[in-house]
């Protein structure tokens, strides 16, 4: 599992060096998959891998029918006054994770709904894959990578809906929503029972957009996240339960 995702970072690293020795500029299409996979000697599947990392880190954008292109750069007001204050935010106050899955509920219930009625079939098959990846990888064994897989379904989703500004709202939420899920996993892993539901959960939300059916599609990703909020909080207010039992001195312990 950890080969093929590194096999998809060599990938997107030949396709930013073939962009570079081309000199192809914004806007410029790459050529169609069967000739670039020719030319970078490697197999289609494993090209789809590398252009829908590029895709998902906004390097590149597809058009439904219309091929890969260059992704227009983004320009300072985005990158600095909207998605770093907020990653600060989260940094200094861990209390805004619960903010960010405020938004996801926001937008990934639109971007599972769309999804089930846009999805192409390759759509649909890079979700199972993602599913599939996303359950077989151990929290136990490699948390960040645990949290990349969990992080790289819902944004094949978002692809799959092919609505750029909803793709690019997900893709600015990029970071915080790595982060989000990173501390959302640790704090869920000390409970198996919460990842077998969690498993659940996401399994239903791929059957859903496989069907093609918009109304569940939505419905279950509300009900995922919402869960994830209500779990998170669970935990937190647990902890700082622990915690103040904590500063009961001992010499009061086991009085009426």
Not at 26 to 38: F, K, V
Not at 111 to 122: F, G, V
Not at 248 to 254: C, E, F, Q, T
């Amino acid at each position: 599992m950890a080969d093929e995702i590194r096999l998809a970072d060599r990938l997107a690293q030949q396709l930013r060096q073939f962009i570079a020795e081309q000199q192809l500029q914004p806007g410029a299409r790459l050529p169609a998959e069967r000739q670039l996979a020719q030319q970078l000697a490697v197999s289609r599947s494993s090209l789809r891998e590398g252009l829908q990392k590029l895709i998902s880190e906004g390097v590149l954008i597809s058009r439904r029918g219309g091929g890969n292109f260059v992704a227009r750069q983004r320009d300072d007001w985005s990158s600095t006054r909207l998605v770093m204050p907020l990653s600060t935010l989260l940094t200094d106050d861990p209390g805004y994770r619960y903010d960010v899955l405020e938004a996801r509920i926001a937008i990934e219930s639109s971007t599972a709904w769309h999804a089930a009625r846009r999805a192409t079939l390759e759509d649909k098959a890079h979700i199972r894959r993602c599913c599939e990846m996303m359950q077989q990888v151990s929290d136990r064994d490699d948390p960040d990578l645990a949290a990349h897989s969990d992080v790289r379904f819902h944004l094949a989703i978002a692809e799959a809906a092919h609505n750029l500004v909803l793709l690019q709202a997900m893709r600015g939420l990029f970071d915080l929503l790595q982060s989000s899920v990173m501390q959302s996993r640790q704090r869920m892993y000390t409970a198996p029972e919460i990842f077998r539901q969690l498993a659940v959960q996401h399994e239903a939300i791929c059957q859903a957009i496989i069907a093609g059916d918009a109304d569940r599609a939505r419905s279950v990703t509300i009900h995922h996240l919402e869960f994830v909020d209500a779990t998170m909080r669970n935990l937190h207010e647990e902890e700082a339960r622990r915690a103040r039992s904590m500063r009961i001195p001992d010499s009061k312990r086991g009085q009426p």
